[in-house]
């Protein structure tokens, strides 16, 4: 069993505007979540596109910003 393709933010944000149409709150939410992860995925890979190689300490830092620890 494959996993499945993270959605770009283009395919996301159309699942926020049917979830919201069909007034499906729950899915909307999930929808939202959705779309914020592939902003985010995206941003991550211009930069890294674009960037020098990380440090590990580099890597380490935003490792916590994703998890929540760093704010």
């Known amino acids: ?3 499945p ?3 770009t933010p283009h ?3 159309g699942l ?3 979830n919201a149409r069909v007034g499906d709150v ?4 999930i929808a939202r979540r959705n779309l914020a992860e592939a902003k985010i995925a995206e941003a ?3 930069a890294l596109a674009v960037a020098p190689p990380l440090t590990s300490t580099q890597v380490k830092h935003l490792s916590r910003l994703l998890r929540g ?3």
């Open 26 to 29: 729950e899915g909307e939410k």
């Open 11 to 13: 395919q996301a944000v």
């Open 69 to 71: 620890g760093a704010r």
């Open 1 to 3: 069993m494959s996993t």
């Open 44 to 46: 991550i890979e211009r």
């Open 5 to 7: 393709k993270p959605l």
């Open 16 to 18: 926020v505007a049917y």
